[in-house]
């Protein structure tokens, strides 16, 4: 172990954190001194009058609750909760067996980064994607209804799907990296001694239907031990192009706080995705684990390597595609490459090494600035002035600088430790700029007390002006890695199903087609829910049959959710108007089971309420 390098990370840690916890006080201090105009001008900023609409749609990713989470701006008031990896009662989502399957037998997810579609760089509205970092998956949720629509994976060969989702301008991709290496295809045992040259990481491109939305791996290339954090696809002058930062580039073992921290620079890998598509084509891969690979010692062109500031996070693309923003948390500064720097770099193979076959770029061949932003960058968003905004997590702020000329000309403190920031559409081509929300790790008791585990932080600034103002504080469930702001008139979701929305195969909308059916120890109930009873209202079944009820909603009428709640058999369903849903269970419990609406729904919800009979074996 080089120990002049270990002695100058650790003391450089110890510092920041003190420089934080200082900063921290100071932005306790600093709260206190808010003038009444202060306050005044930022409630009016947020406030939407009852009836009015919020301007924004914020989609916040839930972290280990596995949820989405959708809030306005810029009144920051929580509209929704959307379940995606996770089973949500309030919704009925994963009791009914469309949705039980989808999750595929898991009981949670680590929801980090959404992605909504795009056309032409600019959001469309139509999907929202989410990766699950925990359990290698990602899925799709249709903004239409605001409904988990797929979840595709685990993904083979990929451990910890952290690095997605991103998607290319026109949502031909999804972009997906694994965060641990491991020996591949899973399964493979390799000691971890070993780690260097027997483990590998992957970066991942889902392959996205244009018209469905419907997701499938394209294909995968193998990458040296490396963690791989988070990406962004090319736009404009880089578009074909995929990057993804990685960190502990030693190939280090044991505690990484120290092992991994012992070079100057980690990367960001840069794919083409053109070359990789050809070599796809042209058979240039091999499959593991069930998938297409392509290893780079074997395809020249498919990975460079971008030298970038220790233990990089974010990697973000402007606007115009034309800089590379590379941030290190180890360090004060972050990097704007410049991708014809790159592309010229590459061609007259002005390299500085290797990684595994991978070739290193010269990093004062492809920089155009290091921009001295502060303690702990993080991540960058832009406006559309040509600003890019970068979150400081030890310094617990955001710096506002300059696009070319590369001046820091703000910076506001946050609370407290902030990850990621969201500005309004402010990863697109076409930034709308106005606000931005900073994504918080820690609350610090900037609300009533709940105890020991406190909520996030998020906190709205109004950005339109030569300085930065804090608008408002939220406190959102755990635990927000991630954010996308769009206008709301871009999305158009429905207010209900009509019958020909309604594709199920056992729908049906009049109640002389209710009824029961066995077919040996299998009863099919086809059930309508209708303010305010069910039909049937009653179901007579055997103990241990296997019974299946398809319940249609046939509310037309906005707001007229209906629910099935089973007693003592762990069901909850909540069906919209107009939607049908499958419920299957063994009816292992002998005796009277009331089943009822869990959606209030009319003056007599109260009556709507059936029985399931289950007759002794």
Request: charged letters at 20%.
């Amino acid at each position: 172990m080089n120990r002049k390098f270990e002695a100058k990370w650790v003391l450089l840690i110890c510092g920041l954190f003190l420089v934080s916890l200082t900063l921290l006080s100071d932005g306790c201090k600093k709260k206190a001194g808010v003038t009444r105009g202060e306050a005044a001008e930022a409630a009016l900023a947020t406030y939407v009058a009852p009836g009015d609409m919020d301007e924004y749609y914020l989609f916040y990713s839930g972290g280990q609750s596995g949820n989405v989470y959708v809030a306005g701006v810029p009144s920051m008031r929580h509209i929704a909760t959307i379940p995606v990896f996770t089973p949500y009662p309030g919704t009925g989502y994963g009791f009914d067996k469309e949705t039980k399957e989808m999750l595929g037998g898991f009981s949670w997810g680590d929801a980090h980064h959404p992605a909504i579609s795009e056309t032409n760089g600019d959001y469309d509205g139509r999907w929202l994607f989410i990766n699950d970092n925990a359990n290698n998956r990602v899925a799709r949720i249709d903004l239409r209804d605001f409904k988990t629509r797929q979840i595709l994976g685990p993904l083979p060969n990929v451990s910890g799907n952290h690095g997605s989702t991103f998607l290319t301008p026109n949502s031909e991709y999804l972009l997906a990296a694994s965060r641990f290496s491991i020996p591949l295809p899973k399964g493979t045992y390799a000691p971890v001694e070993q780690y260097a040259t027997a483990y590998h990481g992957v970066v991942s491109v889902v392959a996205i239907d244009p018209k469905t939305g419907q997701m499938s791996l394209g294909w995968q290339i193998l990458m040296p031990p490396f963690d791989f954090d988070l990406g962004d696809a090319g736009k404009g002058a880089s578009n074909g192009w995929a990057f993804w930062t990685s960190y502990n580039t030693e190939r280090a073992i044991g505690k990484l706080e120290v092992t991994s921290t012992q070079k100057d620079r980690d990367y960001i890998a840069a794919v083409n995705l053109k070359t990789a598509e050809q070599a796809i084509q042209q058979g240039k891969f091999k499959m593991l684990g069930g998938a297409k690979v392509i290893d780079p010692k074997e395809v020249p062109g498919v990975v460079y390597l971008i030298p970038c500031s220790k233990s990089p996070h974010g990697v973000d693309v402007s606007p115009d595609g034309k800089y590379i923003i590379g941030s290190g948390k180890l360090q004060s500064i972050t990097t704007a490459f410049n991708m014809e720097k790159i592309l010229t770099a590459i061609q007259a193979k002005n390299f500085t090494g290797q990684e595994d076959g991978i070739p290193v770029l010269n990093y004062d061949a492809i920089k155009d600035a290091e921009v001295n932003v502060g303690l702990g960058p993080l991540h960058t968003q832009f406006d559309n002035q040509g600003y890019a905004y970068t979150s400081l997590f030890v310094e617990s702020a955001i710096a506002k600088w300059k696009l070319g000329t590369w001046e820091v000309v703000d910076k506001i403190p946050v609370s407290y430790n902030i990850g990621h920031l969201a500005a309004a559409e402010g990863d697109t081509t076409h930034p709308l700029g106005k606000y931005l929300v900073a994504l918080n790790k820690l609350s610090h008791g900037r609300h009533l007390s709940v105890g020991p585990s406190q909520p996030e932080s998020s906190q709205l600034i109004d950005i339109t002006g030569e300085k930065m103002k804090l608008l408002y504080d939220a406190f959102t469930e755990p635990e927000p890695h991630y954010a996308e702001m769009i206008k709301a008139d871009k999305l158009k979701p429905i207010e209900v199903y009509t019958q020909a929305d309604n594709k199920h195969p056992q729908a049906i909308w009049d109640e002389k087609d209710a009824k029961a059916e066995r077919s040996g120890n299998h009863v099919t109930v086809k059930m309508i829910a209708v303010r305010s009873h069910f039909e049937p209202w009653k179901v007579e079944v055997n103990q241990g049959d296997t019974v299946t009820i398809h319940l249609t909603n046939i509310e037309q009428t906005t707001d007229e959710l209906h629910g099935f709640g089973l007693n003592e058999y762990n069901i909850n369903v909540v069906v919209d108007p107009g939607e049908t849903k499958t419920i299957e269970f063994v009816a292992n419990k002998a005796g009277v089971f009331p089943y009822y609406c869990t959606n209030f729904c009319s003056a007599l919800h109260q009556e709507m309420q059936g029985y399931l009979l289950v007759k002794p074996k």
